[in-house]
C-alpha cells in the first residue's frame, strides 16, 4: 500500500505556499535578510509549533512569512514546494497564496506574485509539473481590501485561476465579500471558500458559499455531512471538497477518516490534501499514509480520491482526460 501511496499519480488542490516554508529555509531567508528570528535553530522553531485550534495555527502562521521580503524569496518557497511535490508524485497543482499578508507588511503585490509566477515557470519546464495559481482573501480583513487586492490583480489576470477565501472564519461569513467574489466572477475567475471544520455558523457559511457565492469547490467541507441537504447540493453541483486530514488532526484533533469514509459513500468529491505541509509536518503521501493507516482505506478507495482531485481541478476537459488516463495507466498494474 505504502508503494502504492507513493508512485501513483497524483494532484493537490489545497496548498498554502506560505504554508510550505520549511523551517530551514525559514532560517537561511531570515540570515540572508537580515532578520532576527525568536528561535536558535529550525528545530527549536518546529518545537515551538503549538497549535490546537485554528486561530493559533494561524498565529504562528503569520508570524513565518516575515522572512518572505524580495522576489527570489519567493520564487525559492514556490520552487522547493514544487520539486517536493514532484518527488511525491504530484504531476498537477493549484496553489493559494495570501497577498494581503505580505502587502500589509509593505510587500508589493507585484514582487510576490512576480516570483511565485516564475518558479512555477521554471519547475513546469524543469521537473514536468503543472500548476496554477489561486488569490486567497483574508476573511478577517475588510471587504474593502478584498476589493483592493482584486485590483491589484488585474494587470495578473493571465497568472490567476481563481480566488478563494482563507484565515480565520469566526464571524467572517462568505457573504461579507459577496460583492468582491461576484466581481472576481465576471472576470472569468473561478471561485472558492475555505468551509473549515467544526467553526461556528458552519452549515450556514457552506449553505451560503453553495447558493449566494456559487463556488466552484469549497475547501475543508467536511461539516456539510451533517446536513443531507447540504450534501445533496455538493452532489447535484459536482462540487469538489478538499479535505485535509493532517491538518484537521491539528486544528480539531481527529484526521476525519469516519467523515471521509462516509462523503465516498455518498459519492461526493472528495480529495485529499496537505493544506500548510511544513507547518504540520505531512506534505501529501503522509497525509494519505496516515489516513489510510487509520481508516483502513482500499487501493480502490484511494485511487477514487485521487481520480476526484483531477476531475474537479480548474482545467480543460482534454487535460483532465490526459491525467486521467495517467492515473488509469498506473492503478492497470495492480490489477
Ligand atoms: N484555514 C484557514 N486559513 C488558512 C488555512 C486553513 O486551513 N491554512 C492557511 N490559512
Ligand atoms: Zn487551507
Known amino acids: 500500500m505504502q508503494t502504492f501511496i507513493e508512485n501513483i499519480p497524483k494532484a493537490e ?10 523551517p530551514e529555509l525559514s532560517f537561511a531567508l531570515a540570515k540572508k535578510n537580515h532578520i532576527e528570528l525568536a528561535y536558535d535553530s529550525p528545530e527549536a522553531l518546529v518545537a515551538a509549533y503549538d497549535f490546537h485550534d485554528l486561530p493559533s495555527f494561524l498565529t504562528i502562521y503569520y508570524a513565518g512569512m516575515s522572512v518572505l521580503v524580495d522576489e527570489a524569496d519567493f520564487y525559492q518557497l514556490t520552487y522547493a514546494y514544487l520539486s517536493k511535490a514532484r518527488s511525491q508524485e504530484i504531476i498537477y497543482a493549484e496553489l493559494f497564496f495570501d497577498p494581503q499578508a505580505h502587502t500589509t507588511r509593505g510587500v508589493d503585490f507585484e514582487t510576490v506574485i512576480t516570483g511565485i509566477h516564475k518558479a512555477q515557470l521554471a519547475a513546469e ?17 475588510s471587504a474593502e481590501s478584498a476589493k483592493q487586492h482584486l485590483e491589484m490583480a488585474q494587470p495578473y489576470l493571465d497568472w490567476i485561476i481563481g480566488v478563494g477565501l482563507d ?10 465579500f459577496a460583492d468582491v467574489f461576484a466581481k472576481a466572477k465576471s472576470m472569468g475567475l473561478k471561485l472558492t471558500m475555505h468551509c473549515d471544520v467544526n467553526q461556528l455558523n458552519t452549515q450556514t457559511h457552506i449553505e451560503q458559499c453553495i447558493n449566494t457565492i456559487e463556488v466552484d469547490r469549497i475547501d475543508h467541507g467536511i461539516n456539510s455531512l451533517e446536513s443531507e441537504e447540504l450534501c445533496e447540493l455538493i452532489k447535484d453541483k459536482k462540487l469538489g471538497l478538499t479535505v485535509c486530514p493532517v491538518s484537521n488532526r491539528f486544528v480539531v484533533q481527529s484526521l ?10 455518498k459519492e461526493m468529491l472528495v480529495t485529499i490534501n496537505s493544506d500548510d505541509p511544513a507547518y504540520f509536518r505531512a506534505y501529501l503521501n503522509e497525509n494519505l ?16 480520491m485521487v481520480g476526484n482531485a483531477f476531475k474537479v481541478a480548474w482545467l480543460d476537459d482534454e487535460t483532465k482526460k490526459g491525467y486521467l488516463q495517467q492515473l488509469e495507466n498506473y492503478t492497470r498494474q495492480y490489477q
Open 167 to 176: 484565515s480565520d472564519e469566526r464571524n467572517n461569513p462568505p457573504i461579507k
Open 256 to 265: 476525519t477518516s469516519n467523515e471521509i469514509h462516509k462523503m465516498l459513500k
Open 289 to 304: 499514509f496516515e489516513l489510510q493507516k487509520e481508516g483502513q482505506f482500499s487501493e480502490a478507495q484511494i485511487t477514487t
Open 125 to 141: 519546464q524543469n521537473l514536468g509539473i503543472k500548476s496554477q495559481l489561486i488569490m486567497c482573501f483574508l476573511r478577517d480583513m
Open 13 to 22: 488542490l489545497h496548498v498554502h505556499l506560505e504554508g510550505t516554508l520549511e
